[in-house]
């Protein structure tokens, strides 16, 4: 049996894996796991204590579910697509764990964004002031979150930023850390509706999440009362 | 201006000239042929790269009409276009579109100029754009389409597709980057690139193709401008202008050697015979111009030696000449003073016979009263004769070359003179004057006995001894007696001045057998005297 996760972020996001817990009866070295990027990876160990997870991108999360795969972890919806029209794979939803805000010293209006992720995303519930009142500025993210690009793409496409600049781990929390002459895109715990990022203003943007796929009668998937998931497999 | 820089002009003139005429030539030749190379290879790149360009535009047409034909047949993209939940679709449709086609730059508008999908910068949807359309209506364009990563130029066109009552219009295009201007390029020595409205003009343009050009929402003119760097031209150039510089130096340098070596050649000889003719002069006619060579120089050497025998002749004529006016003034000036000194006398003496003859005892006292009267003509004759010693040159002695004092001995035309001369010839101490006056008395008298043909031979060596020999007439010992005991002149002036040297002079002759003079300043001579009739002093 085997597991697989898909995934944008180079650095994994603090948060969520805490409604996900490891069923005891799962033999992580007998199972695939495969993540689209290291938010899932994060997320498939948590299912999985021990397992080897494998990071695969968009076409290597659809080969994985040809071949012998029996986990993945994603958020990508070309791939949640097709698990879904497999008869021999389930998808299941899991908690919505990660936040897309904009990190600024001012408070920059802000585009649609929902549409600009290949990700299941959805609108925060919380909402900060939008009253622009400075310049436009470039829009930094961090590189290889393919997310936060695209959000970033987003801002300057509708003329709202003048460039999207990715920075690797150290400078983008450099640059974060800096007197915010530029525009930051933070990931941070979904639900999180404070409006402040230490000396600077965060307008929360999205909110995304992943789902789980797995493979039909290789895998069992348990939620308890908490809402908390636990994989087992098939006696 | 001296002979060797004349020389080294000429040599120059001569080598450079035609070298420099030569490069200046092949220089022109190939900068003609080579410019129209380039000229015709700039207009087949031209040609190439319009109808590259005309090609471009057309597949990116045809792209875009493939698309307009798929377009209504995507049941999809129509859900899409009506369901916001199908959005995504719309929104990835340009993208996926664009890499199936090949293209660079996709974007579908709507009718307002609304992006609905756009496959170069799929999030920039939404944004309105109503001016590309309106602005590429007019065929293909240069279009400076933004992405997220900046501007990039695209060779864009329009097509347009309708999906029910929805007019789509597409805008398309192929990347114009470096990879592109390089297929443009086909010739390795031209290069295409690209000018933009602002840019800095390059100075290798060769040629240029003007392409619309989108930017700012403004319609402007960019340029496809085919170059060469004309750096082999300019390399060839310099290479043929280094040879030639080359052989220019080379040709200067063998001009120089050349120039120098002839002028060695021919003004060298000249620089001697100019110090030989700037040493001749009147007291000094001992120049000899002798030479060997047959050419002009030898020529010159041998009219100059002509020269100087002419005038060693005329000299010796001209010095005789004067010495007889200077004589003959001389004697005069002595006889009429000697006649003065006698006339006193010979009245005295007039007297003393007058009165002898009429009363011979009154000749003591007539003697007594006339005897001062003698006394002063004697003493004025004594007087007179003290004073013309006086007029004889007194030289001091010197270190004479008898050699040189024979070589100034010139012979009339007629006369051959043949010198033996034995360079180790001692040199004497003696008044060259003198020395002279017997080689020249001796030579005279040589040359006035053997009349208008013969030869006369100066003989020396190293013993000290002169000789002098004629083929003239000879003498008789009564001749030869005869000349000894002459009137001043000739022999006796010889015999005086030998014996005032304290050398020796011999005289051997025979009638037709010439004469030979021996003169031997050191001692004996060294040689027997040949046939008999000589004289000793």
Redesign the interface.
Known sequence: MCVLACGHAVTPAASPVSVILAGPTIAADSLHIAATDSFGVVLAQHLAPGANVRVVSNRGALDFIDGAGDVVVTDR?SVIRYATSRSDFATLPLPWDRQYALVSAGTPPTP?VL??V?AEARIPRAACADVFDGPMRPITYMAGDSIA??I???F????LAT??IPLGHAAFDQALAGEGHQWYLVTRPAGNDTCAFGALKAQPLIETRSELIVRRGAVGVVADTTGSMRLETTP | MSFRARLFIAFGLIALMPLIGLAIGVRREMDQRLSAQYRSRVAALTAVTRTDLAQTSTTVGDRLASLRDALPDDAHLRTALRDPGE??YL??YAGQAMRMTGLDMLQLQEEHGRILS?GH???????LDPTLPHLLAGGAALVNA?T?D?PRLVLARLDSARIGDRRITLVGGIAVDSAFLGRLRTDSTLTVSLALPGDSARDDIVADIPFPFISNDSLATARFVISHPSTELDALRHSVDRWFAAAVALVAIAATLGAVALAARIGQPLAALAAETERLDLDRLDVHFATNRDDEIGTLSRVLGALVRRLRSSTVRLREAERRATVGDLSRQVTHDIKNGLAPLRHVLRHFDQVAREDPSALAPVFAERRATLDASVAYLDALARNYALLTPRSEPQRIDVNAIARSVVVPDGITLRLALDPAMPQITADPVGVRRIIENIASNAVHAMGNAGTLTITTTASGQLTIEDTGSGMTQEQLARAFEGPGLGLSIVRRLVTDLAATLTVDTAPGRGTRVTVMFHGRPDTPIPHGGGRSL
Request: charged share 35%.
């Open positions: 919806p649609d549409n600009a290949h690009r695209s970033a793409e987003r300057v496409g509708t003329g460039s999207a | 959005r995504a929104l990835d756009s910068f799929r999030n920039e949807y939404d944004r933004r997220p900046g």
